[in-house]
C-alpha cells in the first residue's frame, strides 16, 4: 500500500539563492520519500535492487543537502558559484531516474506506474538560473580583469557590489548584516581544509564590509 502524506517544501522558503530550483528539487525528494517505505515493503529481493534502493537514500541525503546549502550559505558565494549548484542538481536529477528506473521492474504495478510519473516529470525537468547567473557574471568579471591601478579596481568593485546587492536583494542594514555573519562561518569551516574557497569568501566579504555604505 503507498504512504499516503502530504508533500512540503518546509525548508525552501529559507532558501537565499536559486529557489526555485531548490522548491523543484523538493518536490522530488517528496514524491520520492512519498513511496520509499513502499518499495522497501515490497521487499525486492535481487541484490541489485537492494543497492539501488540503498543508492537511492544515498541521492535523496545529497539532494537534502544542496538546499541546506542554499538555506544557510552566503547570497554572494551561492550566486558566484551557481554553475556549481546547477551542476550538482542536474547529476541528481539523472541519479534519481536511473535509480528509480532500475526499482521500476522489482515492484509491484501499482507502485510501479507511480514511479514512472515520477521518471516522466524527472525527464522533463530542466534546471535553470534566473537571475542568478546574472551575479555570477558580474562577480567573475570582476576577479577575472586585472586593474591599471587601484582607483579603476576600487571604482569596479563598488559597481560590482551594488550591482549584485540589487540583484541580491541585500539593501536593507538587516540583509547585509546577516551577509557578514553567513560568509565569517563559511569561512570558519573552511579556513583549514579549503585555502582556496577560504581566500573567495573572505574577498567577498571585504567587498562587503568595505562598500557597505555605498549599497
Given at each position: 500500500?503507498?504512504?499516503?502524506?502530504?508533500?512540503?517544501?518546509?525548508?525552501?522558503?529559507?532558501?537565499?539563492?536559486?529557489?526555485?530550483?531548490?522548491?523543484?528539487?523538493?518536490?522530488?525528494?517528496?514524491?520520492?520519500?512519498?513511496i520509499i517505505l513502499s518499495i522497501e515493503s515490497a521487499r525486492?529481493?535481487?541484490?541489485?535492487?537492494?543497492?539501488?534502493?540503498?543508492?537511492?537514500?544515498?541521492?535523496?541525503?545529497?539532494?537534502?543537502?544542496?538546499?541546506?546549502?542554499?538555506?544557510?550559505?552566503?547570497?554572494?558565494?551561492?550566486?558566484?558559484?551557481?554553475?556549481?549548484?546547477?551542476?550538482?542538481?542536474?547529476?541528481?536529477?539523472?541519479?534519481?531516474?536511473?535509480?528509480?528506473?532500475?526499482?521500476?521492474?522489482?515492484?509491484?504495478?501499482?507502485?510501479?506506474?507511480?514511479?514512472?510519473?515520477?521518471?516522466?516529470?524527472?525527464?522533463?525537468?530542466?534546471?535553470?538560473?534566473?537571475?542568478?547567473?546574472?551575479?555570477?557574471?558580474?562577480?567573475?568579471?570582476?576577479?577575472?580583469?586585472?586593474?591599471?591601478?587601484?582607483?579603476?579596481?576600487?571604482?569596479?568593485?563598488?559597481?560590482?557590489?551594488?550591482?549584485?546587492?540589487?540583484?541580491?536583494?541585500?539593501?536593507?542594514?538587516?540583509?547585509l548584516l546577516e551577509e557578514r555573519k553567513n560568509l565569517k562561518?563559511?569561512?570558519?569551516?573552511?579556513?583549514?581544509?579549503?585555502?582556496?574557497?577560504?581566500?573567495?569568501?573572505?574577498?567577498?566579504?571585504?567587498?562587503?564590509?568595505?562598500?557597505e555604505k555605498f549599497i
Amino acid at each position: 500500500m503507498l504512504v499516503n502524506t502530504t508533500a512540503t517544501i518546509p525548508i525552501c522558503c529559507e532558501v537565499k539563492v536559486h529557489r526555485s530550483i531548490c522548491i523543484e528539487l523538493q518536490g522530488f525528494i517528496d514524491r520520492i520519500l512519498q513511496i520509499i517505505l513502499s518499495i522497501e515493503s515490497a521487499r525486492p529481493n535481487c541484490a541489485l535492487a537492494i543497492q539501488t534502493l540503498c543508492s537511492l537514500h544515498f541521492t535523496l541525503d545529497k539532494a537534502k543537502f544542496v538546499i541546506k546549502h542554499c538555506s544557510e550559505s552566503s547570497k554572494l558565494y551561492l550566486a558566484i558559484t551557481s554553475q556549481k549548484i546547477l551542476s550538482r542538481c542536474e547529476k541528481i536529477r539523472i541519479s534519481f531516474e536511473f535509480y528509480l528506473d532500475q526499482i521500476q521492474n522489482t515492484v509491484p504495478i501499482q507502485l510501479a506506474s507511480v514511479i514512472c510519473a515520477i521518471l516522466e516529470d524527472l525527464r522533463d525537468t530542466k534546471f535553470s538560473l534566473e537571475y542568478e547567473d546574472g551575479t555570477r557574471k558580474v562577480l567573475h568579471s570582476l576577479l577575472e580583469k586585472e586593474f591599471p591601478d587601484s582607483t579603476s579596481r576600487e571604482n569596479s568593485e563598488l559597481e560590482a557590489i551594488q550591482i549584485v546587492a540589487l540583484m541580491l536583494d541585500m539593501k536593507s542594514s538587516i540583509s547585509l548584516l546577516e551577509e557578514r555573519k553567513n560568509l565569517k562561518k563559511q569561512i570558519e569551516k573552511v579556513k583549514n581544509t579549503n585555502q582556496k574557497e577560504k581566500e573567495l569568501l573572505e574577498y567577498l566579504l571585504y567587498l562587503l564590509i568595505k562598500y557597505e555604505k555605498f549599497i
